[in-house]
Nanobody, 123 residues
Framework: QVQLVESGGGLVQAGGSLRLSCAGS????????TGWFRQVPGKEREFVAA????????EYADSVKGRFTISRDNAKNTVYLQLNTLKPEDTGVYSC????????????????WGQGTQVTVSP
């Protein structure tokens, strides 16, 4: 079983940038499809981005296309989410998760959730 730890969140002004990291342990992350999600209190968890095992395929939520970039460094057992041109509506707890099986992007059966990292974007 893989354990996931997210980091890199923080407080940033609108228009700023952050880079989130999802570090895996216990098993190599390259064995899994990896996704990023976000959640705010009172709302359901929302898909943000996903990346295939070797990083060839990616998928993004419409709300973040052109602003966020998901990537992976399998040598470091880490998946990244670069957040650019941040907006207040991007505020939330960002978590990563993994999935087995064939690539179906955001429809993959994600599990093994990390604890999340808080991103707060001020106006």
């Amino acid at each position: 079983q893989v354990q996931l730890v997210e980091s890199g969140g923080g407080l940033v002004q609108a228009g700023g940038s952050l880079r989130l990291s999802c570090a895996g342990s216990g098993r190599t992350l390259s064995a899994f499809i990896t996704g990023w999600f976000r959640q705010v209190p009172g709302k359901e968890r929302e898909f943000v981005a996903a990346i295939s095992r070797v990083g060839i395929r990616t998928e993004y939520a419409d709300s973040v296309k052109g602003r966020f970039t998901i990537s992976r460094d399998n040598a470091k057992n880490t998946v990244y989410l670069q957040l650019n041109t941040l907006k207040p509506e991007d505020t939330g707890v960002y978590s990563c998760a993994v999935a087995n099986g064939v690539w179906v992007g955001k429809s993959s059966n994600f599990g093994s959730w990390g604890q999340g990292t808080q991103v707060t974007v001020s106006p």
